[in-house]
């Protein structure tokens, strides 16, 4: 079966509702070895790709990647981006912000790691988190000198959004396309993928009681992404809403975005001129 990103895309000025999308569909295989084996293929492209990405040096690509906690973000940059090479590639990972951080605006500390051209920037959690965590745990504005006491909480949220999309509007003309992948997870799965981290001693590192906690604001969380995505997925800066419940399938649909995106760009190898082509003759017969 083929796999069609503009099915996972969410329209611009969408009205998002999470019940109505899946966490979990049919595989794109009919196994798991062709689901990975598809992988693999993807991946080799993707590795292609990078590389006239990174010769041509037209546009910088930066994925983000949100989404629950054990949503499999670490995975799916892990595995997607296995092949690519380290050398145009960052990933960058946004927890809480240091005293550093929090004496700027929001944006700040994700704007110094923004990509440059022929590079990919890689975000596990971004500055979508100020419109998340900080929207259902609002006590963490005082500590950035902010209080929605002293403002107006829906003008504060809206101009958020505003600055987020103004953000990602300048970027798109000025060279950088942006991917935005939201892993839709269940909170069965979630579950289950906690019970795994407690049972398995290597896996005991990713878990603690914080994570506990904040699976009960689990309805807080859907309605501050249901407002997020709504938002600020645009034309030049769209979300996907990616099933996550199964982490292989996952995988799939986020390799095939990213090859579309890249597939887009119509980029090619630089052109020597015609002096260049013989400098490089002569050299070859000094060889």
């Known amino acids: 079966m083929k796999i069609n990103s503009k099915n996972f895309c969410i329209p611009p000025e969408k009205k998002v509702k999470l019940e109505k999308y899946p966490t979990k569909i049919a595989s794109f295989c009919a196994s798991k070895n062709s689901c990975q084996k598809l992988l693999e293929e993807h991946v080799a492209q993707l590795s292609s790709m990078q590389e006239l990405h990174y010769a041509s040096r037209r546009y910088a690509m930066l994925l983000i990647f949100q989404g629950m906690d ?14 690519v090479n380290p050398q145009g590639c960052e990933v960058s990972c946004f927890k809480q912000p ?23 920037g890689i975000f596990n959690r971004s500055y979508y988190e100020e419109v998340l965590v900080a929207r259902v745990h609002p006590e963490i504005l005082q500590v950035q000198g902010l ?30 396309r942006i991917i935005k992948i939201f892993l839709h997870l269940s909170k069965d799965e979630q579950r289950r993928r906690f019970f795994e981290r407690i049972d398995d001693p290597d896996k005991n590192w990713k878990f603690s009681q914080a994570d506990l906690s904040e699976r009960k604001y689990w309805k807080e969380y859907v309605k501050a992404y249901e407002t997020c995505l709504s938002e600020t997925s645009t034309h030049h800066a769209p979300w996907y809403a990616v099933p996550a419940d199964d982490k292989l399938t996952a995988r799939l649909i986020v390799s095939r975005i990213v090859l579309d995106a890249f597939n887009e760009l119509k980029m090619e190898y630089p052109k020597v001129s015609e002096e260049h082509r013989q400098e490089l003759k002569t050299i070859r017969c000094q060889l």
């Open 98 to 120: 240091s005293v550093e951080e929090l004496e700027h605006d929001f944006l700040w500390r994700t704007t110094c790691r923004l990509p440059r051209r022929g590079s990919i």
């Open 147 to 176: 209080s929605l006491d002293k403002l107006n909480e829906n003008d504060f949220w809206k101009d958020r959004y505003r600055s987020i999309r103004d953000l990602e509007h300048h970027l798109y003309h000025n060279g950088t």
């Open 70 to 83: 054990a949503s499999g973000k670490d995975g799916a940059i892990r595995h997607v981006m296995s092949g």
